[in-house]
């Protein structure tokens, strides 16, 4: 028998629930995209980036759901692609500055949702029959793909980093960062976009910021960050090893002197406390492309913003790091759904351990009392019915549970709220 393990659920935050803090207003959206729910009159969950006229690249933590037991596999699922859009070619997330309607002419709907087959969102131990441990470490393979209803040949796609492609570019970004000695200042050598909330210290007062900021972050070898966020841990939480190739951090370059506001009277004046925060990621660019320059000074996409430990602030802090998806690792996944003329044959395409948990197991003595499995009797494989078949609609959702879909988003930033209030009350 196989028993699991699960960290606490919130130590650790996804950068769905992230936007850019210090950051500066952006003049070209480029080849970035906001992520709509339209179940949520269009609003903005996540971001991703245009990397084929067909394809948004963007993190699997955007599109896989929880219910309302996020620490349970089983009520997981993949946002149906009917109730996804994206809006593109501009840096405000409004159609007009003046809040006046215009014409619908930067948006498109979303056709597929194909996640990364191995993407986990929960830190997770494994202890199989022979006593071997797998450990499974939050947003483990965090990378999706959004198809689009139609091709989009107004904006650029922006290049993606293959093996080769980072075999020439990392050793430079190492180098930039171990060649630091005290009192230097840490090298800009990655960019980030994103819209969301500029406010580190309570991020979801305001969620989103209308206009697309973009800053310019410190690549953080793979080696010191997992020496700094998994130093004296009994089982690594967000970096699987010293080497670990699917992933790789940022630190911020610049900072601010933290001004504390109490949530229950705004209207005092702020306290400082000598605390400091500084330029990051923050609620709502999860899915955000981080760039850098290749040898012939060109930008490509080199990861996937996708999360961090969970701080105080929520967003910014100058010394732990985010974490990120890295492409390269994913380059030969990711061509195998470019590169193919035909779109997938199924409209979601969920990670394994969905399925896996979706699957009813049928072990001896081990059934649930009064728990009637559908199924064969005699081989225990479980039937689904024709008309409960979700990879053959783009609407049709079979799980009871999946109704909380995009709307388990709010749920999780009010349980955030609640925690970071209660400790900063702690704090005063």
Known sequence: ?????????????????????????????????????????????????????????????????????????KDYHVTLPGKLAVTFGSTSLVVSDEGTPSDINNILNVSHVVVHPNYRRLHQVEVTELGEELVSTTMANDIALLRLELPLDSIDTVAIASQENMAEIEPSLIDEWRVLEAGDNRPSNIQLSGWGSKNEQDPFAKLVSVNLQETSLAYFPILECFNRLEAGKEYPEFIPNSADPSKFCTQPTKWSEYQYIDPDDPDEEPIYEGQLVGNSACLGDGGSALVALDSENKEIQIGIASGGPIVEPICGSVTIPNFHTKVSYYYDWIQEYVTNESAPDSVILPPDFIENANQSIDIPGEEAPGEDIPGDSDTGEVVIPEECDESASVFKECSESSSGNLNSIWLGFLVLIALVRRFRHRLS
Not at 3 to 15: D, E, F, N, V
Not at 26 to 47: G, H, L, Q, T
């Open 1 to 73: 028998m196989k028993k699991w393990m699960l960290a606490p659920l919130l130590s650790s935050i996804a950068m769905s629930g992230f936007a850019i803090t210090l950051g500066e207003d952006s003049i070209d959206s480029k080849y970035n995209v906001s992520i709509r729910s339209s179940e949520m009159a269009e609003f903005p969950i996540c971001m991703g980036s245009l990397i084929d006229r067909y394809w948004i690249l963007t993190a699997a933590h955007c599109v896989v759901m929880s219910g309302e037991d996020e620490e349970s596999e």
